[in-house]
């Protein structure tokens, strides 16, 4: 089992940088992928991105690679989503995921944190 807890959340304002974490812990790591996905208002959950942490590959939504970097903090197990140039429609739920593969469908990621709200003002 692995426990996946997301955090940084909140109100921005356009054009702002946004920080996720996300705090894992119940297994070792070595083999995970720690994946981010988004729902926005109405819409169907979407790919972010993920990472891989036993060779640090990363996989990004072709929409949103050239805002969004995924990166690790060794000492402690978490994983950092920064988003650049924030619009309005990025806001939404943010939530960090757990998985085996570097993918973009949600049927990839076995574990799912409980999200974390994100809003960004115009």
């Known amino acids: 089992q692995v426990q996946l807890e997301e955090s940084g959340g909140g109100l921005l304002q356009a054009g702002d940088s946004l920080r996720l974490s996300c705090s894992a812990s119940?297994?070792?790591?070595?083999?995970?992928?720690m994946g981010w996905f988004r729902r926005a208002p109405g819409k169907e959950r979407e790919f972010v991105g993920s990472?891989?942490?036993?060779?640090?590959?990363?996989l990004y939504s072709e929409s949103l690679k050239e805002r969004v970097t995924i990166a690790r903090d060794n000492a402690k197990t978490m994983t950092y989503l920064t988003m650049r140039s924030l619009k309005p429609e990025d806001s939404g739920v943010y939530y960090c995921?757990?998985?085996?593969?570097?993918?973009?469908?949600?049927?990839?990621?076995?574990?799912w944190g409980q999200g974390t709200q994100v809003t960004v003002s115009s």
């Open positions: 995921a757990a998985g085996r593969s570097l993918a973009y469908a949600e049927m990839w990621y076995q574990y």
């Open positions: 119940g297994r070792t790591f070595s083999g995970l992928v």
């Open positions: 990472y891989r942490w036993s060779d640090d590959g990363t």
